[in-house]
Nanobody, 125 residues
């Protein structure tokens, strides 16, 4: 089983920046480069939404429109860590942020998904 541990959340003023980290460990031979890694967030009373993702292999990235241009997802294959750098933070970015890892077989008959425990980001004066 894969364990995902997020860190880096906290209180930041509007316009500020921070970097979230997702440290992956567990199965022997596991590497984040073999999984689709992503960050989700969920605010109270709202549905969980995808913020950013990075594909397995070469690592193509995608972002939600709400954060495009302000966030960067990156991957450290050696350290098995995924990062989310956020800039120009807004109060509406306030949410619990979760790390996610997904692996699917080529046939699609098997799918494995893992979630971290979450880290709180609060953007406020």
């Amino acid at each position: 089983q894969v364990q995902l541990v997020e860190s880096g959340g906290g209180l930041v003023q509007p316009g500020g920046s921070l970097r979230l980290s997702c440290a992956a460990s567990g199965l022997l031979g596991f590497t984040v480069s073999n999984y689709y890694m992503s960050w989700y967030r969920q605010a109270p009373g709202k549905e969980r939404e995808l913020v950013a993702g990075i594909s397995s292999g070469i690592g193509n990235t995608n972002y939600a429109d709400s954060v495009k241009g302000r966030c960067t997802i990156s991957r450290d294959n050696v350290g098995n860590t995924v990062y989310l750098e956020m800039n120009s933070l807004k109060p509406e970015d306030t949410a619990a942020y979760f790390c996610n890892a997904v692996f699917s077989t080529r046939s699609g008959t098997r799918r494995y998904e893992y979630w971290g425990q979450g880290t709180q980001v609060t953007v406020s004066e």
